[in-house]
């Protein structure tokens, strides 16, 4: 028998080199590549049968007319704010990889979901990390000791493979992809080649039986699901934990969704009895001031389906050392410095001797761009220390040229507005809407000159 085959596979992006170098040839990145056994069959002749199964009928040519689509049922989960990033419910045969930090909550809402899931269907839980008595603890914790939940505590891949073969549930749960491993391959659990083998052998099965799968993943310090990203190429669906551990809100947000829209939001809060969904959230982030205080602006964002107003920071102080700050927490670093440079260019405020740091409340990430004149204006705020006024939000994007650019769906950004009790609201002039909407002054601007000139005129007036 031939030498067994390895390769060198890189922790970053899973790409592979045949010889160890310092430097993947991929990603670029450093002291990446681990060795792994390049099992029979991967990439050799004999491999084409291993994926045979999951391909079918290749060889058939079809019309796309000709196939009739099933229309598969979902299955809900009975959290609906989970369902609500899921796009209404589990699809049959779907993968799902839920990412987070550790002790967010990845498990305890994955029990609440299966035991609430299990008086209706088949459920099966797999559990890596914790001991069956773990779990059952939680569960009488949770009040849900009594669901007929099944429980399977293993971490070899074949074994789980066979256990739910031979049980055929509606859903399982395997928490985490991380603990898993297959005999198949020599290297330790969690390892780049045992994670992405697991979920590919995971996957397969899960398309070939109709099994819903939801698979846990860890991530790491820089955010990324720890070990290969080509995980998130082979499932169907990803999703997100996000939330400051030290509020008690808890933010689930779908990455990748074949099967719903993506960056759709489920809003949690952690209480003593689990995850209880937060059906309208949209003022959680917002935190009210008793006297007016600078460097605060309230944005109205959105969030998949939902706006949510949410308070934007900012401090803006002289700085002591020749390179000054610039923190950005829960926004984009870069965009922030994008933004001091379009301050200083169209509106001559200058801040390159100042420190700035600028901060999401409430610990909910914000990658839109209509952030952008939320962060400006609490930056202008601050740096001038006059506050702005605590009934006004805004959005909008701005751009390089100081224009500032319209955000999408804005009449329901501010309906939402209105409906939480602002009166005024500063917007991109493309989002102004020919009604008027009630309770809401609204100040149309097309350049940051502009917007930077009606808040002042606010906070006089
Ligand atoms: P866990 O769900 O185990 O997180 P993960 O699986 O993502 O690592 O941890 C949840 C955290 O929430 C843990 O720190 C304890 C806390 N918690 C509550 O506050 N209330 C509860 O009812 C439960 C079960 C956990
Ligand atoms: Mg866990």
């Not at 290969?228 to 808890?250: A, Q």
């Not at 003593?272 to 205080?293: E, W």
């Amino acid at each position: 028998m031939a030498k067994a085959k390895t390769v060198h596979v890189c922790s970053e992006c899973g790409g592979q080199s045949p010889r160890w170098q310092g430097q993947c040839p991929h990603c670029k990145a450093w002291n990446t590549l681990t060795e792994t056994v390049l099992e029979q069959g991967q990439g050799g002749a004999a491999s084409s049968k291993r994926f045979t199964a999951l391909a079918g009928n290749t060889a058939t040519l079809t019309p796309l007319s000709a196939l009739e689509p099933r229309e598969a049922p979902r299955l809900p989960t009975g959290l609906e704010e989970f369902d609500r990033v899921l796009g209404g419910g589990l699809v049959p045969g779907a993968v799902v990889l839920i990412g987070g930090d550790p002790g967010i909550g990845k498990s305890t809402l994955l029990l609440q979901a299966l035991s609430a899931l299990s008086h209706r269907v088949a459920a099966i839980y797999v559990t890596g990390e914790e001991s069956g008595e773990q779990v059952a603890l939680r569960a009488r914790r949770l009040q849900i000791e009594a669901a007929p939940l099944m429980l399977l505590a293993e971490i070899n891949m074949e074994r789980i493979l066979a256990t739910l073969g031979e049980h055929k549930p509606r859903l399982a749960v395997i928490d985490s992809i991380q603990t898993v491993y297959s005999e198949a391959l020599q290297s330790a659990p969690g390892s780049v080649a045992q994670v992405r083998e697991c979920a590919a052998q995971l996957t397969r099965f899960a398309k070939q039986s109709g099994v819903s799968l939801i698979m846990v993943g860890h991530v790491t310090k820089d955010g990324t699901l720890a070990g290969p990203r080509v995980l998130e190429h082979i499932v169907d669906t990803v999703l997100y934990f996000e939330g400051d551990t030290h509020s008690s809100f808890r933010l689930i947000r779908a990455f990748k969704n074949r099967f719903g829209a993506v960056n759709e939001l489920g809003v949690f809060a952690m209480t003593d009895k689990g995850l209880r969904g937060v059906s309208n959230p949209s003022a959680i982030f917002l935190t009210r001031h008793d006297q007016q205080v600078s460097g605060s602006c309230v944005l109205i964002t959105q969030e998949g389906t939902r706006p949510l107003l949410v308070e934007i920071q900012a401090l803006v102080d002289s700085a002591h050392s020749p390179n000054p700050r610039r923190l950005s927490v829960g926004l984009e670093q870069n965009r922030l410095a994008m933004l001091l440079a379009v301050l200083h260019k169209h509106a001559g405020v200058v801040c390159f001797d100042q420190d700035v740091f600028v901060n999401a409340v409430g610990g909910v990430r914000i990658s839109e761009p209509a952030a952008d004149l939320a962060v400006l204006l609490s930056i202008v705020s601050s740096l001038r220390n006059k506050p702005l006024p605590r009934e006004l939000a805004v959005f909008g994007e701005v751009g390089l040229a100081g224009e500032i650019r319209p955000a999408p769906r804005g009449q329901e950004r501010l309906r939402e507005a209105a409906k939480l009790g602002f009166n005024t609201a500063i917007i991109p002039r493309a989002n102004a809407p020919r009604q008027p909407v009630e309770g809401l002054q609204l100040i149309p601007v097309d350049r940051v000159e502009e917007a930077i000139e009606a808040a002042r005129n606010l906070q006089l007036g």
